[in-house]
């Protein structure tokens, strides 16, 4: 079973850049699909980012597509979430999580598939 942990939230004006971190423990990162999600206060957990088990394919949410970039290191256990030309509506807890029994090749958007997320990191954007 793999543990995620999140790290790099924080306050940021709007129009600055994050770099969130999700390191994973206890399992095997290369069989996982990995993915981005966030949610805010009374509204559903959304769908970011997702990256395939090889790193070479992504796919992003519309709100996000040309302002972040989902990047994996699998000999460092790590996925990246770089946020840049950051909105106040990117105000969120981000989560991420990790799908197993996926082809490498594959990106998984919906949230169901999921097995594994981890604690959340808290991103704030001030106007």
């Known amino acids: 079973q793999v543990q995620l942990v999140e790290s790099g939230g924080g306050l940021v004006q709007a129009g600055g850049s994050l770099r969130l971190s999700c390191a994973a423990s206890?399992?095997?990162?290369?069989?996982?699909?990995m993915g981005w999600f966030r949610q805010c206060p009374g509204k559903e957990r959304e769908f970011v980012a997702a990256?395939?088990?090889?790193?070479?394919?992504?796919y992003y949410a519309d709100s996000v597509k040309g302002r972040f970039t989902i990047s994996r290191d699998n000999a460092k256990n790590t996925v990246y979430l770089q946020t840049n030309s950051l909105k106040p509506e990117d105000t969120a807890v981000y989560y991420c999580?990790?799908?197993?029994?996926?082809?490498?090749?594959?990106?998984?958007?919906?949230?169901?598939?999921?097995?594994?997320w981890g604690q959340g990191t808290q991103v704030t954007v001030s106007s």
């Open positions: 999580a990790a799908a197993i029994g996926f082809p490498a090749t594959v990106v998984v958007t919906a949230s169901s598939p999921y097995n594994y």
């Open positions: 206890g399992g095997t990162f290369t069989i996982y699909t």
């Open positions: 990256i395939s088990r090889s790193g070479g394919n992504t």
